[in-house]
């Protein structure tokens, strides 16, 4: 027995309902996996670029400059020695990858997990189709303050397909991400507030979860 969603349209009227698939949006939900996979995801979004010359990198000459003895004046060794201005970096950073490794199966896991939540605390909306009539960011926030989602809630709204009305509209509106069912991750499900699923996109997702 799956669990039945209200499905509405954008002028928030019920159109119909939905049945969720139990083994996508009703799983047991283990908070170290959720853990380990939104780390993995920011770590993969770092870049790594980050380098800084060594000593022996800079462009000075490995010579010493003044007689360790005799002259009054403290004891150095060459320009290119880190505490002198312009000189290398003791310990510097070098690029790297940061990416971690997580198999499709605890990624597969982890997005169940992720739904799950959603729909355990009433964070899941469900609308028939996502498409706006028309460019118009003011139609778009009528559509969140319709549904209750404005005043800094953080909606993520999945669509079946690309719809560039929605996208545009909403591109200037904070604490609002667009974005297709196929770019679906954990780390965004779980830092919005509420998800906002076309009906379409039920089917794609529950076909690649299940």
Request: aromatic fraction near 6%; glycine fraction near 6%; charge should be positive.
């Amino acid at each position: 027995m799956g669990i039945k969603v209200d499905v509405y349209n954008l002028n928030k009227e019920k159109v119909s309902e939905v049945e969720l698939n139990e083994k996508v949006f009703d799983v047991p939900i283990k908070k170290h996996l959720l853990h380990f996979v939104v780390v993995a995801q920011l770590a993969a979004r770092r870049a790594g670029t980050a380098c800084a010359k060594t000593r022996g990198e800079v462009s000075y000459s490995g010579r010493k400059l003044w007689r360790q003895k005799g002259t009054g004046r403290a004891r150095v060794g060459d320009a290119g020695s880190p505490i002198r201005v312009g000189g290398g970096v003791a310990f510097p950073p070098k690029p790297r990858d940061y990416t971690k490794k997580v198999n499709k199966k605890v990624k597969k896991a982890a997005l169940r997990m992720a739904l799950t939540d959603k729909v355990k605390n009433n964070a899941l909306l469900v609308i028939d189709n996502l498409e706006l009539p028309e460019i118009k960011t003011k139609k778009f926030v009528e559509v969140l303050e319709r549904f209750d989602l404005e005043n800094g809630k953080k909606t993520i709204f999945v669509t079946a397909e690309k719809h560039e009305n929605l996208e545009k509209s909403s591109r200037n509106v904070p604490n609002v991400k667009v974005l297709r069912w196929e770019g679906l991750n954990v780390y965004d499900l779980l830092v919005h507030d509420f998800l906002v699923l076309e009906e379409p996109a039920i089917k794609n997702i529950q076909e690649a979860l299940s």
